[in-house]
């Protein structure tokens, strides 16, 4: 069997990060630091890397999505993103968390750690690169987070299972507030 062509991308943080993988080739991979517009980079930073390549989105196997935690906007742009892309095209999607890019060829015990901001760090534990307990959020501080590579997260996806589509990973619940104006009465 070919290898796969694989798109991938996370924007959970202050960037939009893309990358195009074939097995364990990497054709083309992209990252820009930005504090917003992720939303209005994404699709045409995918186009570049597919065209740069010589690939079209007709071309692909298998999307792959940085899924969380981090920046609730910034993960609703990929995911979202991730699933209308599987839609349209007709392949599947994969979503791949934070922590399995970061712990993805490690090898032993490991805690993989990012900022969550406001005195909170997100972690998770691996063995060898499996998760072995659950992602957490507890107080502490970390360093301030590098981008994700999107290419680690084209490599992680291409050993995990496809089926049900990406959903993002929230470890903290969202800072809006539903409305205190009661909702509309609807006429018959």
């Given at each position: 069997?070919p290898?796969k062509?694989?798109?991938?991308?996370?924007?959970?943080?202050a960037h939009?990060?893309?990358?195009?993988?074939?097995?364990d080739?990497i054709l083309?991979?992209?990252?820009?630091s930005?504090?917003?517009g992720?939303a209005e980079?994404?699709?045409p930073m995918?186009?570049d890397v597919?065209?740069?390549?010589g690939k079209?989105?007709?071309?692909?196997d298998?999307i792959?999505?940085?899924v969380?935690?981090?920046?609730f906007?910034?993960?609703?742009i990929a995911v979202s993103?991730?699933?209308?892309?599987?839609?349209?095209?007709?392949?599947?999607a994969?979503?791949v968390?934070?922590?399995?890019a970061?712990?993805?060829?490690?090898?032993?015990?490991?805690?993989?750690?990012r900022d969550?901001?406001?005195?909170m760090v997100f972690s998770q534990e691996?063995?060898?690169?499996?998760?072995?307990?659950?992602p957490?959020?507890a107080?502490g501080?970390a360093?301030?987070?590098?981008?994700i590579?999107?290419?680690?997260?084209a490599f992680c996806?291409?050993?995990?299972?496809?089926?049900?589509p990406?959903?993002p990973?929230y470890?903290?619940?969202a800072?809006a507030a539903?409305?205190?104006?009661p909702p509309?009465?609807?006429?018959?």
């Amino acid at each position: 069997m070919p290898p796969k062509l694989i798109l991938s991308f996370d924007t959970s943080a202050a960037h939009c990060a893309v990358a195009l993988v074939c097995g364990d080739e990497i054709l083309g991979s992209r990252t820009e630091s930005l504090l917003k517009g992720q939303a209005e980079r994404l699709i045409p930073m995918l186009e570049d890397v597919l065209k740069s390549a010589g690939k079209s989105w007709s071309d692909l196997d298998l999307i792959a999505v940085g899924v969380g935690p981090g920046n609730f906007t910034g993960v609703r742009i990929a995911v979202s993103t991730a699933r209308g892309l599987a839609l349209s095209l007709n392949v599947p999607a994969v979503g791949v968390t934070v922590f399995e890019a970061l712990a993805f060829g490690t090898s032993g015990r490991v805690t993989i750690a990012r900022d969550a901001r406001r005195g909170m760090v997100f972690s998770q534990e691996f063995e060898d690169g499996v998760a072995v307990g659950e992602p957490t959020m507890a107080e502490g501080v970390a360093a301030p987070d590098a981008p994700i590579d999107p290419v680690q997260i084209a490599f992680c996806a291409a050993g995990k299972e496809v089926g049900t589509p990406p959903a993002p990973l929230y470890l903290r619940s969202a800072d809006a507030a539903l409305p205190s104006d009661p909702p509309p009465t609807i006429l018959p």
